[in-house]
């Protein structure tokens, strides 16, 4: 979810080849005898009952699973299923294609590796096993302090199946479920004995719910991040507090743009605030100032500017701050790329403006325009493509100089065969 969830190794829920494993007709059966245990009085004061009960929940919500195990191969999974999949298709995902297998009480997800990505249960033996076994083991450790290490096991193992879960809903497009799933994960480990703070299940459930436009809910967890003082990746939470609590929006865009200057969704957020609510800029750049003065020689905060400057149309000063970056670091590839984007970006602007235009002079106006900033964007793309050592970032810049040399490829055999090398190596995706 770069917008995304905060992603965690996941924890795979492993069973051995010829592990016992409950039927769900056993794995009720057990925690009907589990609950009739806690309705005796005397069972009922002891903690190995209330153990018990969340073991059969524990065992509830592993029966429709079976002998399964995410990550597995399809290979792996050949060895320890006795069950046959009833139908197989090809189904798009969240983050791409995969295969589903139907079964009896499951749908399995195969990635394109051929490894078991998702497990969606179809037929629960009960509904929400997960949340009363956390309740069972927490009625435990009441009773007998002393199990605390039983019940710390038993809970994170828990929170490791409500995050599988959550992530798992995500994929499926179940945006809702999965913030409720990271809530609960983040819940579970919250009591004692374990008293944690989970800031990655709290993000993952504020971003899910503003995603499907629950902004009270998202603002609540977000804010529990901000107050333990984990703001996610690049700052988002200061970004998205800014966006669902408008009372304070440049407060946390002013403290998140302090932290995190090169965050561009803290950036656009206060461009946006001082053009629409105060009608200047000049705020930003005091900012900016403050950062310089602490980091004199760190190019990135000239990148910023240089991106501040082309959001508002300064073509001339961003060109000068993309230099600048290059005057304190000469191997740092940030500055010709943004200067190589504005320039590439301000083509596209003129080709759309003259494929509007029904006046021929002021077609050709335009498009003299077009050919002068794109090829104003091929010197510094070539220099980022020089210098950066990051294949990945040399076949995206290849991507933009392999556009821009095919519009002159017939102009020169100098862009032609640039317009080959960069072809050849985008479809390659190799640079070397």
Same mark, same amino acid.
């Given at each position: 979810?770069?917008?995304t ?5 996941l924890m ?5 080849a010829?592990?016992?494993?409950k ?7 057990m925690?009907?005898s ?7 009085e &005397? $069972? ?8 018990n009960?969340g073991k ?7 029966a429709p ?7 597995a ?8 299923? $006795? ?8 189904v798009?995902?969240?983050?791409g294609p995969?295969?589903k ?7 399995l997800?195969f ?7 998702v ?13 009363k076994a956390?309740?069972?083991?927490s ?9 605390? &290490?039983d019940?710390?096991?038993?809970i994170t193992?828990?929170a490791?199946?409500?995050t599988?879960?959550?992530y798992a ?5 179940n ?8 809530? $609960? ?6 009591i004692?004995?374990?008293n944690? /703070?989970?800031t990655n299940?709290?993000?993952?459930a504020?971003?899910?719910a503003?995603?499907v436009g629950?902004?009270a809910?998202a603002?609540k967890?977000?804010?529990?991040c ?11 939470v ?8 408008t009372? $304070?929006?440049r407060d ?5 743009f ?7 969704a803290? /950036?656009?957020g206060?461009i946006?605030?001082y ?11 005091e900012?900016l100032?403050?950062a ?5 020689n760190?190019?990135? /905060?000239?990148?910023?500017e240089?991106?501040i400057?082309t959001?508002l149309g ?8 993309y230099?600048k @970056?290059a005057e ?6 940030y500055?010709?790329i ?5 320039f590439?970006?301000?083509a ?6 003259a494929?509007?235009?029904y006046?021929?002079a ?6 003299a ?11 510094p ?14 076949v995206s810049v ?6 821009? @040399?095919?519009r002159f490829?017939?102009e020169?055999?100098?862009?032609q065969?640039?317009?080959e090398?960069y ?10």
């Open positions: 979810m770069k917008k969830l905060i992603a965690l190794a795979a829920v492993c069973v051995a010829g592990a016992q494993v039927t769900s007709a056993e794995a009720k059966k925690v009907d589990a609950i009739e245990a806690t309705k005796n &005397k $069972k009922a004061a002891k903690a190995g009952t209330w153990i009960l059969a929940y524990m065992a509830a919500y592993d699973i079976g002998e399964v195990w995410q990550w191969s399809k290979q792996e999974l050949m060895l320890t299923m $006795k069950e046959q999949a009833q139908s197989a298709q090809s798009q995902l969240a983050d995969y295969l297998e139907v079964y009896s009480e499951k749908n997800y990635n394109q590796n051929g490894q078991l990505a497990i969606e249960v179809t037929k629960p033996v009960l509904d929400d096993p997960l949340t956390v309740e069972a083991y009625k435990a450790y009441s009773i007998d302090p002393k199990k605390a &290490k019940v710390t096991a038993a193992s828990i490791g199946k409500l599988n879960d959550a809903q995500y994929t499926l497009g945006v809702a479920k999965a913030s409720e799933l990271f809530e $609960k994960a983040a819940d579970a480990v919250a004692p004995p374990l944690q /703070l989970d299940s709290l993000y993952n504020g971003f899910t503003q995603a629950d902004r809910r603002k967890f977000l804010e529990r901000y107050e333990a003082g984990y703001y996610a990746e690049g700052g988002e200061f970004a998205r507090l800014a966006d669902l609590d009372t $304070k929006t946390y865009l002013e403290e998140g302090t932290k995190y200057p090169q965050s561009q803290i /950036l656009i206060l946006n605030y053009m629409k609510s105060e009608g200047n800029t000049d705020r930003l750049f900012l100032d403050m310089k003065a602490n980091e004199p760190n190019p990135s /905060l000239y990148y910023v240089g991106n400057r959001e300064d073509i001339d000063k961003a060109v000068e701050a230099r @970056c304190i670091s000469p191997e740092y590839e500055g010709y943004g200067e190589g984007i504005m590439y970006n301000k596209v602007e003129y080709q759309d403006l494929n509007n235009e006046d021929d002021k077609y050709m106006a335009l498009v325009k077009f050919e002068e900033s794109l090829k104003n964007c091929i010197a793309f070539e220099k980022a493509f020089e210098i950066t050592p990051d294949n990945s970032i040399k290849a991507e933009y100089l392999k556009n821009a @040399c095919f490829r017939d020169s055999p100098e862009y065969t640039k317009y090398k072809d050849a190596i985008v479809k390659s995706g190799q640079a070397e």
